[in-house]
């Protein structure tokens, strides 16, 4: 059987970005200011930084405002409420991310709750996710949408598939199982309590591995010809001789294609898009925000 055709991440988000890249010059050109992203970062987790200084660089790389909030680790709940409250008022912001997790001695939940809905471009507020619940048009979680956008490019239609979401977290397992059912999949959600998860995944033609254990999905798990969507990004140990461990996903990437008829890498698969998608969801929000028609779908 020939290999599994490699879903190229980055290809993808380069031409999502190429797009907000467009639509943020004309809305410029409408509101007479720059589409704004502020990023909330507590404390100096290296990956956090990481994170955050390329999630400053590709928003001005857009032709958008980047407002950077570096805080330090003991940083007090009520002064983070005060600045997500200050944000939430600046007019020259369309969206905030609070970088998470955030240090042990915070809230997260009590944060994120407090960024308005209509600037929560990370759709983990109460009111965005039960907009997703509904069915509402509201904003949507980064990463799971950026997944059914390679899905539906891929695939086309996605009515009628069976869709097995590996993983329930609020960031991806939650959100993507909604995303999932909107495009009329049949969805299961597994997870760490799930019985024969091999059985269960082996029926899926759409497979999101979301749990953050390196490799746990194998070959054998997967049904010849399915989409599989790597979401995990996990550090090996390193070898013998090398300082940093090798970054796998949470499927068995050598096993699987051998497999699948479409996979993501890692790296290079789904990480790419999560910035992208925060990026198209901020020129959303700013043309809500101005009032400026857009169609939302065509990104
Ligand atoms: N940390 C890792 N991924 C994410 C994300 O998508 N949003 C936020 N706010 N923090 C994260």
């Known amino acids: ?67 950077e909030h570096l805080l330090p680790a003991e940083t007090g709940q009520d002064e983070l409420i005060a600045l997500v409250d200050n944000l939430n008022a600046d007019p020259a912001v369309d969206g905030i991310l609070v970088q998470l997790p955030l240090p042990d001695h915070l809230d997260e939940q009590a944060v994120v709750d407090r960024i308005s809905a209509n600037k929560d471009v990370d759709g983990l507020t109460p009111v965005s996710t039960g907009r997703l619940a509904l069915g509402l048009p509201g904003l949507v979680p980064c990463t799971p949408l950026g997944c059914v956008m390679m899905l539906k490019n891929r695939l086309g239609s996605l009515s009628g598939l069976d869709a097995v979401v590996i993983g329930r977290s609020i960031l991806v397992g939650k959100p993507m199982a909604q995303l999932l059912l909107k495009e009329s999949c049949t969805v299961t959600i597994a997870h760490s309590r799930t019985k024969d998860l091999p059985e269960v995944v082996r029926r899926a033609d759409i ?86 028609d857009l169609a939302e779908d065509s990104i």
């Open 1 to 67: 059987m020939s290999q599994a055709e490699r879903i190229d991440g980055k290809v993808f988000a380069e031409g999502l970005r190429g797009q907000v890249a467009e639509l943020a010059a004309s809305f410029e050109q409408r509101s007479g200011r720059k589409a704004g992203l502020a990023v909330v970062l507590v404390g100096d987790d290296p990956a956090s930084q990481v994170y955050v200084r390329n999630k400053g660089k590709k928003t001005i790389e857009c032709g958008m405002a980047s407002f």
């Open 207 to 292: 497979v999101i591995a979301a749990v953050g254990r390196a490799k746990m999905v194998k070959g054998d798990w997967i049904k010849p010809g399915a989409t599989v969507i790597d979401v995990g990004i996990n550090r090996l140990p390193p070898e013998p001789g090398k300082e940093k461990g090798k970054l796998v996903g949470d499927v068995d990437y050598s096993e699987a294609v051998e497999v699948a008829g479409a996979i993501t890498p890692v790296p290079g698969g789904v990480g790419p898009m999560t910035i992208a998608v925060l990026l198209r969801n901020t020129i959303v929000a700013a043309h809500r925000n101005e009032a400026l």
